[in-house]
Every structure is written in C-alpha cells, then in structure tokens.
C-alpha cells in the first residue's frame, strides 16, 4: 500500500469528524483510495487548547509555512472557516500542486470562481461536497449525475442550525435563544451563528448551487436574503392553525433567462415531505428537464455527517491517482442573471396590531385589495381588547403588491403595528 501525507487546517467540529472517520474507517478508506492517508500535519490557532481527538504533539502546528512548505504533503483540507485566511491557503496550497479539499461555503460562494480557475491552472483538484448540506451528496449529484438535465428549480432546507431552532420551537415549545445554544453545542452552528440564523449560511450555499446548476456566476449578495430571527411563537402557532410548518427556504428558479433566488422562511403545508425534515436534518428538492422531480435527504451538519463528505472528497482525489487530476473548472465565468425580488410571485401571511374599532378590518381589506392583492383568509382574535392582531393569508400575488400595500398599512391611524410578513409556499 502506497502512503499519502495530508495536511488538515482546522480541527474543530468537521476537523474532529475528519479525524475519527480516518481513524474509525481507516482499513475500508485505504482500500477504496488505494493509500493508506497518514494525516502530516493539522494547523489551529491554540496548539495548547483541549481537543476531542488526540492529535499527536508534533503533528500540531500554529503555522502553515510548515504545510505549504512540505512537498511530500499532497492534499491540504481546509476545515477553518471564513475567507481570510483560508482563501489565501486554499490559493497557495493549488499554486503549489497540492489538490484542495474544503467545506468552506462563504469561500467558495463568494470566491469559489477564483479558487476554481487555479485548480485547472494547476492541474489539481479542488473538491467541496461538505460545503452544501452536510453529508448529503448533492455537490456531486449536480456536477456529475445530474449533468444531463436542464436544472429548473431547486427548493430546499439547506441549514441545520435554523432547521434545528424552528423544529425545537416548533415541537417542543423552546425558545430561539435556549435552541441555537443547543445548536452550538452539537457542532452544527457557525463560529459566529448570526451567518446561520441571518440567513447567510444558506444563502451562500444557494449560490453555490445555483452556479453549479444554472451554468453561470452569481453575486451572492445579490440574492434576497432573510434570517429567522423575526419568527416567534406566536407565528408558529398561526401557522400550525393554517396547516403549515414554518421553515428557512433556500429558493432557486430559472426561467426565461432569469434567475430567481431568495433566502426566507416561509410557511409550507405540514403535509409536505419538507415539513418533516427536522432537526439538523436537510433536503432538497431538485426539478430536472429529464429527470424530473428528486429530493435528496440526511444531516446537513455535525461532525461525521460532514466528515463523511470531506473524506469521500480525499478518497475520490486518490482514487483517480494523484498525478492525473486535470480540474475542469466548474464555476462558469459569465454572470447570471437574478430576477429582481419585487417582481417575483408568492402568497403570504401578515400579521398585524390595529385598534378594535368598526371598520378597521375594512379598511385594511381595501389597501389590499387596491393594491391588486386579493385575501385568502383573515383571522381576528382578542376580542374586546383595545388593540388586537389581526392576521391576512393572501393569494398569489407580486412582491411589489405587498410591498405597496404594507407601507400603506403601516400609515392608517388605526394601525399600531405590521408585526411580521412571511411568505407561504405552496409546494
Ligand atoms: P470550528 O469548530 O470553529 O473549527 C475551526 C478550526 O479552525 C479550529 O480548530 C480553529 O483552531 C481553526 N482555525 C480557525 N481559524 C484559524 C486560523 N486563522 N489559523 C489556524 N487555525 C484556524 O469550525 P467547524 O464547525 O469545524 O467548521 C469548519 C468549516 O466547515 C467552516 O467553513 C464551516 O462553514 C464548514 N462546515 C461546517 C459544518 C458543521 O456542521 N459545523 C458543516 C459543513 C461545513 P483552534 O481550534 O485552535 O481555535
Ligand atoms: N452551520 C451550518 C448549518 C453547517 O447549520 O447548516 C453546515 O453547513
């Protein structure tokens, strides 16, 4: 058996599941890479700080001239996170013929076209599968099974950490804050959890998709973006009486040149095969011209599921021999383009405080409506309050509709407050 050296930067969470499978998979892995993989090096900030793994004293390292600077390591396996200095890294290790293996998103997002031309350049792999989903295939079902399809739409839950909080708040009455620290302490939360519960995690990886599949570059910060943090019980329960689930959407649709994308939690009906993927379980549901309808399911987060795909990521790289891999750059160089957020199609649901006066109701039911925006249902509680919500379900109608008819409600008198809009899916 011939032996590899490889370096790992980073061995937090998916570092320590990297670790294990090696360890725990080490005579099945190097039957089916053809290498028995001697991990050489593995950089972190704290070489004192305690680990979940025993990484061996002299194999630690602060500084990473000592693994760019080793010809005999052949693949760097960047597991840090953010994009400086793991771009920079990532970069160096590609210019010096080491092959790449990351499951950095917000890198590959938003740096991922750059990273891929030096991979070609080079002649080395670049191989990201953990940094969409987890442990599900899905970077590879896109790049290599689906490739014969047109990808039309792409729906999914592509974020364990909010995934996890609304199941929690959903199921068991928890509240955010008790649930993401929950969250954080199984491993599944960024090292700064505003990128999962903001919204960036999946939009990121939305953008990692939708390049894949659409064929072309995206500025993610072009895609609409909303996080979880503005969802409280009271949604959760109007939603339940509705028959939706509440969960964070990442939404991709092409069509007639245009790319519609948005990041947002919806209502989705709780008969929906999404509605029961819980906890830091993903799915995506992907709509190809050939294949028509697939969902693709498992952990989107934790150390083994995402250990799993960086693995198979090295695995795949030495099985194709380590000298042959000639990388045909998988991020296209042209610009897509994004649909602008006002003009794309929803129904939705909106919650609002107004005083119990007579005609109120009415009255709201008139901007709708003089908006173009036709009601599905209305709901009015509290009775005999003063002020009390009230909440609206509409049909199908334009986001610049609500948006018109949103800003006129929040100027009548009788309107103390429009407390949350969330868009209902009906998939
Ligand atoms: P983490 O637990 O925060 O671990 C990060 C590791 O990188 C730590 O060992 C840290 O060293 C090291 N590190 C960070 N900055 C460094 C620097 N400048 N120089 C040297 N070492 C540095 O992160 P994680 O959850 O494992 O996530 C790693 C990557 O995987 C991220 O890109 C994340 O988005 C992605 N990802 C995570 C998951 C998940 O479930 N957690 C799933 C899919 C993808 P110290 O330990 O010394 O601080
Ligand atoms: N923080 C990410 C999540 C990790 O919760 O989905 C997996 O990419």
């Known amino acids: 058996m011939q032996r590899v050296k490889i370096a790992i930067l980073g061995i ?22 053809g ?22 004293e002299e194999v630690l390292t602060d500084s990473f001239d000592d693994i760019i600077n080793d010809d005999s390591i052949k693949i ?16 160096k ?9 990351t499951a950095n998103k917000f890198a590959l997002a938003t740096c991922g076209k750059e990273l891929a031309e030096a991979a070609e350049e080079f002649g080395v792999k670049l191989n990201y599968e953990a940094s969409v989903a987890g442990g599900i295939p899905i970077i590879h079902g896109i790049t290599e099974s689906l490739t014969a399809n047109k990808i039309l739409n792409i729906v999914g839950i592509i974020n364990g950490t909010t995934n996890y909080i609304l199941t929690k708040m959903t199921l068991n009455g928890m509240e955010f804050e008790d649930a993401l620290k929950e969250a ?60 939706y689930v509440i969960k964070l959407l990442a939404i991709a649709k092409q069509n007639d040149g245009l790319v519609e994308l948005r990041v947002h939690p919806a209502m989705i009906p709780a008969t929906h095969p999404l509605a029961n993927v819980n906890d830091s379980f993903n799915a995506i549901f992907i709509k190809g011209n050939a294949v028509g309808d697939l969902m693709l399911y498992g952990r989107g987060a934790g150390d083994l599921p995402t250990g ?36 794309t199609r929803c129904e939705y649901y909106i919650r609002v405080t107004a005083s119990d006066t007579p005609g109120t109701l009415g009255a709201i039911s008139n901007v709708f409506g003089g908006n173009g925006v036709s009601l599905a249902s209305v709901i009015q509680k509290g009775k005999g309050d003063v002020n009390v919500p009230l909440v609206f379900v509409t049909h199908e109608t334009l986001e610049k509709n609500i948006n018109k008819s949103i800003k006129e409600i929040k100027a009548m008198e009788s309107v103390v407050s429009v407390d949350n809009l969330i868009r209902v899916e009906n998939i």
């Open 308 to 343: 799993s795909a960086v693995v198979g990521d090295i695995i795949a790289i030495l099985k194709n021999g380590l000298d042959k891999n000639v990388e045909r750059n998988t991020f296209a160089s042209c610009p897509l383009r994004i649909k602008d957020m006002e003009d």
């Open 76 to 91: 760097v396996v960047e597991l840090m996170g953010g994009v400086d200095p793991a771009k920079n890294y990532m970069l």
């Open 184 to 243: 954080q302490q199984k491993g599944y939360a960024e090292a700064d959890p505003t990128s999962d519960v903001e919204g960036y995690d999946a939009m990121y990886k939305i953008g990692i998709l939708s390049s894949l599949s659409f064929g072309g570059y995206i500025d993610v910060d072009s895609i609409y973006r909303e996080g979880i943090t503005s969802i409280n019980s009271i949604d959760i329960e109007y939603a339940k009486e509705f028959g």
């Open 93 to 101: 290790a590609i210019k010096s013929g080491k092959h790449v293996v």
């Open 12 to 33: 937090g969470n998916v570092g320590t599941g990297v670790w294990k499978i090696l360890t725990m998979n080490k005579e099945q892995v190097s039957a089916r890479s």
């Open 35 to 56: 290498y028995d993989i001697e991990v050489a090096k593995v950089l972190v900030r704290d070489k004192k700080k305690k680990r979940n793994v025993e990484v061996p």
